[in-house]
């Protein structure tokens, strides 16, 4: 048997699990294994094990368990919650002013966690239910949360782009800072389209009544410093990164411990919400460690087939492609198994596939990384199997049905598909700023 055909195997028979159900890291890890046992013997065995030592001896992956945890205390404390009640008070007055303050709220937590789930949980259920009792339309707000909770994977400390980072071999201060003016591009596109949508039909987004709104200078600027705490936490955190102060590790610990002290100046640490915050950064960082342990072993085995090279034979010279036309189909490739699949789980599944490849075609990997997050970015909202349209139903009053939820997306989609050319005809959006900063 050829390799080429083993590798065919090893991916059909890892898809094919996947469809039965199973856990992400359990049949990435079961394939990778078991394929190194039958092709090499005992000897194989050697694959794994040598992976679980490539984990537990790279150093920043210290940042994920740092980062989950000051997002999750943020948000658990409350302190998330303050910030949405400033944009609310702030942005009332604009039609649509509490759709493009939930924008900003994503952003924010966004960079306090680098989750998308975070997101959709606070946006659901702080912001949801209040603009819906201010009279904006559902269709239109459920759309808003889920855009915005998507930017966590892409506005820097993204979790993602440190996954990537690890099985791509490139910096994570770079891809973060790649990562960071396409986010903001974005999070600007969505707040465009919501002020010229609400200007149009002003009864989606309906301003807020005057005598809401007209309330003191003084409880305004008692709102605006509660909601500039999560703010000054995050920017002096990336500041002493950027600067020299302290290492990727070092700032990731210092916005936990932070973010902690700010729970404490709150009055709001309790047993419960230490408990919460350390259960759910426990159960996500080991998620993701199994995960990555499992793709190691699994990029390991494809590596010695040389199943790269033969993928790069096939588009080049059996097919004739040219290097924007492999792109073009590796992104289309995403967008289909985002139907199906995680983020994460199509990282792990062909980013060691394709990660090379790209390198080989002459594109920047750095580049790349904000090429795959936007589309997996796209790929969580489009239907049917998008991820994050079942994460929105479960989290959604019983009034937003899932057609709902549907037909919410699909503007959206279109600005992200907007912002994805963008970033692909100009890759200096994404490489001005990590080139600006490391020379």
Excluded at 49 to 65: G, K
Excluded at 272 to 295: D, K, Q
Excluded at 313 to 324: E, I, Y
Excluded at 364 to 393: H, K
Aim: contains cysteine.
């Amino acid at each position: 048997m050829s390799y080429e055909m083993i590798a065919l195997m090893m991916f059909s028979t890892m898809m094919l699990l996947l469809l039965t159900g199973q856990r992400v890291f359990g049949v990435i890890g079961f394939v990778g294994a078991a394929s190194a046992l039958l092709l090499w013997g005992d000897g194989g065995i050697e694959m794994p094990f040598n992976a679980s030592f490539v984990l537990m001896n790279w150093y920043p992956l210290l940042t994920l368990p740092l980062f989950v945890f000051m997002g999750y205390m943020l948000s658990e404390s409350g302190i998330a919650g303050d910030l949405y009640e400033m944009f609310h008070v702030w942005m009332g007055s604009l039609k649509g002013g509490l759709a493009i303050g939930t924008i900003g709220l994503m952003v924010v937590v966004s960079a306090m966690n680098g989750l998308s789930v975070a997101g959709m949980a606070i946006g659901a259920s702080i912001a949801l239910p209040e603009l819906l009792r201010r009279g904006y339309d559902k269709i239109m707000v459920t759309g808003v949360i889920q855009a915005g909770s998507s930017l966590g994977i892409l506005v820097p400390p993204s979790v993602v782009l440190v996954l990537y980072g690890m099985i791509a071999r490139q910096p994570v201060g770079k891809l973060w800072l790649a990562g960071a003016i396409p986010g903001l591009i974005l999070a600007a596109l969505f707040v465009l389209y919501i002020v010229v949508r609400c200007r149009i039909q002003p009864s989606l987004g309906p301003a807020l009544p005057a005598e809401e709104r007209d309330i003191g200078l003084g409880e305004k600027l008692k709102l605006l410093r509660a909601g500039i705490l999560p703010l000054l936490i995050f920017f002096s955190m990336t500041g002493l990164f950027l600067v020299g102060v302290t290492s990727l590790v070092e700032s990731a610990a210092y916005g936990a411990f932070a973010a902690t002290l700010a729970a404490i100046f709150k009055r709001r640490l309790t047993l419960e919400v230490i408990e919460v915050t350390v259960r759910r950064t426990l159960a996500i960082s080991c998620m993701f460690m199994w995960i990555i342990l499992a793709a190691l072993c699994f990029g390991a085995v494809f590596d010695g087939l040389g199943a790269v090279r033969a993928i790069e034979s096939v588009f080049l010279d059996r097919m004739g492609l040219g290097p924007w036309e492999i792109l073009l189909m590796m992104q289309l490739s995403y967008i289909l198994m985002g139907m199906f699949l995680d983020d994460t789980a199509m990282l792990v599944i062909v980013a060691p596939l394709y990660v090379p490849l790209v390198v080989s075609l002459g594109f920047d990997p750095v580049w790349y990384g904000v090429l795959y997050t936007i589309t997996v970015q796209i790929a969580y909202m489009t239907p049917p199997f998008g991820y994050n349209l079942f994460l929105m139903r479960a989290m959604a009053p019983p009034e937003v049905t899932l057609g709902d939820i549907y037909r919410s997306v699909w503007p959206f989609v279109a600005i992200m598909l907007l912002g994805l050319g963008l970033i692909t005809a100009f890759p200096q959006l994404a490489l001005w700023l990590p080139e600006l900063y490391y020379g």
